[in-house]
């Protein structure tokens, strides 16, 4: 099969294209016929040696839609979606390539709302951000704040709506801002941490936000200053060096909370009962992804290029 395999980290220069065999599927386990499988900025880090634990030689990939074409004979044919779990593209191999093997309860149907395509840009955002909802526990009516607009800020917008929540959104870059309002969603610009507050609460009636989701990795302190009593503050970023200065005099005052979010901590297989649900939502009336670009695999290391270099768009590999 073709698929894409680093055999160093450190640099995207170990990436290559291989004819590699095919998988077969063990007792347990599904072989599934890679259809789609988006590129994650977590990719990057990966190859680039940001995670300790990754073997090598290695496939990457931790998102994939496809079909089942070994495995139990109820399964056989049906189209599924699944990864993002701890290990996948780390220390077993990963879906950038034809074919992937996991465990049975590692993959779930395909939402009939969304294609191969759709479904395989969801992954590692919508898993984070469903599991930063139910952590703060985001409901109907809750006040809540999006810091950052990329991938997971816009996953998290969207499944916090479905719920119900009272959402405001928050970007440095103005003509990011403005392009949230254009689709109808309330958005402010950030300027200085100690106006956050401020700002805030002129979205939301004069109250504090009950839950922060923080997403950018630089403004965890102002968020904590402006978080409601007994409120809570997710996380999925940090600076480089991973040290950020904190008021904890402001949190324990307010009863406040930080909920560090990463879905590295789950399995593949609780990572598809979160799919599962992200599914049902799609099929009720999440609206299905769009803006992302379909790249070939055989030019997976040119897609590798373009999100370490910043690429807006999420890119979907199809082998």
Known sequence: MQALQFTATGSLDSLHIKKLPKPRAAAGEVLVEVRATGVNPSDIKNISG??????????????????????????????VWGGSGKGFGFYRDGCHAQYVC???????????????????????????AWDALERSQVKAGTRFLIIGAGAVAKAAQVLAQARGADIVMAA????????????????????????????????????????????????????VSTVDTFGRVAIIAAPKEGVISLSSLNLYRRGGSIVGINSLLYSLEECAQMLKHIGEAFDADLPAPTGFIELPLSQAITAYQQVSAGAAEKIVLIP
């Open 172 to 223: 440095r870059r103005a003509e990011v801002v403005h392009n949230l309002q254009e689709q109808g969603i309330k958005a402010f610009q950030l300027t200085e941490e100690g106006l956050l507050a401020e700002q805030a609460r002129q979205y939301f009636q004069q109250q504090a936000p009950e839950v922060i989701f923080e997403t950018t990795g630089f403004w965890l302190n102002a968020a």
């Open 50 to 79: 940001l995670f300790p634990y990754t073997t090598v030689p290695r496939v990457p990939g931790r998102d994939f839609a496809g079909v089942v074409v070994e495995g139990p004979e109820e399964l056989l044919g049906q189209a």
């Open 102 to 128: 996991v465990p049975v309860n590692a993959v779930t149907p395909l939402p009939k709302s969304l294609t191969f395509a759709q479904a395989a840009t969801c992954g590692v955002p919508f898993i984070t």
